[in-house]
């Protein structure tokens, strides 16, 4: 059995979503939810639900009007972001243990993450673009398939060392030169079975190879770009951290400029302690 088969049983394997998620999920085309399916999904998790509500009064979302029920998220915020919020705390609980095959301790993948996606929502609240809220989960998700990958990278240690001495290679290529797929793909496959549409899957497997994808464009370079300025900033960089390809291309077509980057990284910052607290 290769290490990509074994990879993909391991994809195939990975927990589903928790059940709140997925009634949301089912809900995203009824602008109609009632109260009584309300009350069903707060029964499903209280506790998830209520941190909902406090990562809905956070700075992630930025609102004057505190926003104090399930309910009154969803006609507020929509079915949409309510289910991206939950989502987020769903998923943010996975990032938080160490992966030595990475070289990262406990909580640097869940801190590159949040940083990324903050970083990435600050730059598409400088561009105006509408859909903020996706770019953020795209940010909090893109590093997901490091979970997978971490023990066969650990086990091939000596692999990755001489490949770096001998090339200079980007990570993710030389994970699909040792184990047949990347981390990106491998995140994305995750991602695919949990049904969470094409924008979030394309916005994790095209992460490192931004001029490789051929739809969602600029949610890919944006991703692209926080993920790169969260590496230079040493959030979450391990042994192999810095150790990629980092394409120009997204500053260019984007048009921002360093003000934007620098002022991106500095609010990204604040923003990052209280929702770091919020989200384990
Ligand atoms: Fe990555
Ligand atoms: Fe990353």
Redesign the pocket.
């Known amino acids: 059995m290769t290490y990509r088969d074994r990879i993909e049983e391991h994809i195939a394997n990975f927990p589903k979503m928790p059940p709140l998620c997925q009634s949301l999920l089912g809900y995203l085309d009824d602008p109609d939810v009632d109260f009584k399916t309300i009350r069903n999904l707060v029964q499903y998790d209280p506790g998830l639900t209520a941190n909902v509500l406090k990562l809905a009064n956070s700075v992630y979302l930025g609102t004057v009007q505190e926003i104090s029920s399930l309910q009154a998220a969803l006609v507020r915020l929509g079915t949409r972001r309510v289910f991206e919020l939950v989502l987020s705390l769903a998923v943010s609980t996975r990032l938080v243990p160490a992966l030595p095959g990475y070289g990262l301790e406990a909580r640097d993948l869940l801190r590159?993450?949040i940083w990324?996606a903050v970083a990435a929502q600050e730059l598409a609240r400088i561009l105006q673009m509408k859909n903020v809220d996706t770019v953020f989960t795209v940010g909090l998700l893109?590093?997901l398939g490091l979970l997978l990958l971490d023990p066969f990278i650990a086990g091939e240690r000596d692999r990755f060392t001489l490949i770096f001495e001998e090339q200079s290679i980007s990570f993710n290529t030389a994970e699909r030169e040792v184990l047949g797929i990347d981390h990106a793909e491998a995140g994305a496959g995750i991602l695919e079975l949990w049904q969470l549409g094409p924008e979030i899957v394309s916005g994790v497997r095209w992460?490192h190879e931004p001029a490789e994808a051929s739809c969602f464009q600029e949610l890919i370079y944006l991703i692209h770009l926080a993920?790169m300025l969260?590496?230079s900033e040493g959030i979450?960089t391990g042994i192999y951290g810095l150790q990629y390809n980092v394409s120009a291309e997204p500053v260019r077509a984007l048009g921002l400029k360093k003000e934007h980057l620098e002022y991106a990284a500095s609010k990204t910052l604040d923003k990052m302690r209280e929702l770091e607290t919020i989200l384990t």
């Open positions: 590159h993450s990324t893109h590093d992460h993920d969260s590496l979450g």
